[in-house]
């Protein structure tokens, strides 16, 4: 197997075969293609737990840079829960949980729920008991088989119904009119005793479907006291993802909420308050990154983010006001995370001002790099966004080194027209990762082994914006608009009103 290239080190290309010999850098950050000054606050936001605001056009790497910064943080130490709250149902407390408590307490519920054995291991009395064992040929079977599949016999007593031909068409039959399924021969649990080390000691044996779960006294002591703890609901469990993209959320979301019960919590008919709370994306990124692009579109939102970010927790309440969670609310729900918010330079005057002066007093305002210089580094760098966009897109084959350089071309192209900038290559690389997949699917479709230059020359036709179509084929929108409208269309257009009112060298073309 050949060494990968680490194009850090080596950037020349001439050597390059297929991008399958390109090495992926196993650190996040080492991913992100051209952004250095972005990548460097990254690291001290992870490090310092920072706030990120990324400003820039679409496809420059924004989501790319929080979901890297996530990978940089430590793994979450905390687990939340809700607990009801006997005495106010609808005020349920939180609690939080250390990792370690919470893998102890993992540890003393298993050792509650005791040992799982085959019935055949057990007494076989209390194996008759139970009803896995027939009590006239000793065959085991399940216990939801009244009758023993070996001798055809009744595995216990029936009861009233002993004797009787029919009884167990009568017990078929009562039980059907209470409106229950049958049940299962035998008991549920069985109390016995026995002798461990020299010593007296209680055992229960309980059903476990067709296994026979044992739980001696040190697994009934665990039991009674998990039995004495509260009910309890985990709304943000320990094992979670550091990066919650929370971009496109409603206030319900991000918030969170308390599901609405059409019998408001009764006691018998009801859910209890702490078990309808659901968490909202500041709480579900609690220890990590919540990622916010186009935050201006929240709106007035925004201040209950700020809110968050000041205090580090926030309650959770019903936000409905018909809704019978309404009336519940939990306070202090933990929210401690660091936010990557990003945005469209003209969106920027949208993003309030005091959610901008708490992420710049706490963190970093970044303008995203839209090209970099056309080099031999960055254009290694290129080609390593070529291999990185193959393997995670993963239906694909590699490229070789013509199709890098028709690639690498194409982006010095881009950063001329889109940015103005000669001896440029663009960083706009959502855009150009699009490139590669298309000119990916025409080598699939032609069943060759890898990309070529002449799938990404099709694919570079192929990937032309609508509006440039339009153009090629009718020399301008407008008239590519006047080609596709319907005449009623044209009745009610006010560009064809002025078109058909206005001499020819007045008219809009």
């Known amino acids: 197997m050949n060494e990968k290239i680490d194009l850090s080190k080596e950037t020349d290309l001439r050597g390059l075969t297929t991008t399958a010999d390109i090495l992926i850098p196993a650190d996040p950050l080492k991913r992100v293609i051209g952004q250095d000054e972005a990548v460097e606050l990254s690291r001290i936001a992870a ?12 496809g420059t790497g924004k989501s790319m840079i929080a979901q890297a910064l996530a990978l940089h943080l430590p793994r979450p130490n905390e687990e939340i829960r809700v607990v009801h709250n006997p005495e106010s149902p609808e005020r349920p407390l939180v609690e939080v949980r250390s990792e370690s408590e919470v893998l102890q307490e993992r540890e003393s519920k298993g050792s509650a729920e005791g040992d799982l054995i085959h019935p055949e291991a057990a007494p076989p009395k209390v194996a008759e008991r139970l009803g896995y064992r027939c009590r006239n040929c000793g065959t085991y079977s399940s216990p939801s088989e009244r009758f023993c599949p070996s001798c055809e016999k009744a595995k216990i007593d029936l009861g009233p119904q002993a004797g009787n031909p029919f009884g167990d068409i009568f017990s078929g039959l009562m039980e059907s009119m209470a409106g229950a399924a049958p049940f299962p021969t035998g008991k549920e649990r069985v109390t016995t005793t026995r ?6 000691e209680v055992v229960v044996f309980e059903r476990a479907g067709d296994m026979i779960r044992v739980l001696d006294e040190k697994s009934l002591e665990r039991k009674r006291e998990l039995d004495k703890l509260n009910p309890r609901k985990v709304i943000v ?24 019960d059409p019998y408001g919590g009764h ?76 945005c469209n330079i003209q969106d920027l005057e949208q993003v309030l001002s005091p ?44 490229a070789n080194l013509g199709a890098v ?17 000669d001896g440029a290559l663009t960083l706009r690389l959502r855009e150009l990762g699009g490139l590669v997949r298309s000119a990916g699917d025409l080598a699939v479709a032609m069943s060759d082994p890898v990309i070529e230059e002449k799938h990404v020359t099709a694919a ?50």
Request: charged residues 25%; proline residues 5%.
């Open 195 to 200: 002798s461990r080390f020299g010593k007296e």
């Open 405 to 421: 350089e028709a690639i690498i071309k194409e982006a010095k192209r881009r950063a001329k027209i889109l940015d103005g900038r």
């Open 355 to 398: 959610l901008r002066s708490r992420i710049s007093g706490d963190g970093y305002e970044i303008l995203v790099e839209t090209t970099m210089e056309d080099s031999q580094a960055n254009r290694a760098l290129l080609a390593q966004f070529v291999a990185q966009e193959i393997a995670t897109d993963g239906r694909i084959p590699h």
């Open 237 to 260: 469990p320990l094992e979670r993802n550091p990066f919650v993209l929370a971009t496109g959320a409603s206030e319900t979301e991000l918030l969170g909420d308390v599901r609405h």
């Open 47 to 58: 490090k310092q737990r920072r706030h990120l605001l990324l400003v820039g056009p679409p």
């Open 460 to 509: 570079i036709r192929r990937s032309r914006t609508v509006e440039e179509q339009i153009k090629e084929r009718y020399g301008s929108y407008m008239r590519g608009l006047g080609t596709d409208i319907s005449s009623a269309q044209k009745e009610k257009s006010p560009y064809y009103f002025w078109n058909e009112h206005l001499r020819e060298d007045q008219a809009y073309h």
């Open 267 to 342: 006691g018998q008919l009801g859910t209890q308050p702490f078990e309808r709370v659901v968490p909202g994306a500041i709480h579900e990124a609690h220890q990590g990154v919540l990622f916010l692009d186009e935050i201006s579109h929240l709106g007035a939102t925004q201040r209950f983010i700020l809110t968050a970010m000041q205090e580090r927790q926030f309650p959770i309440a019903g936000r409905n006001p018909q809704s019978a969670g309404a009336s519940v609310r939990v306070d202090g729900v933990p929210a401690d995370f660091i936010l990557v918010a990003a």
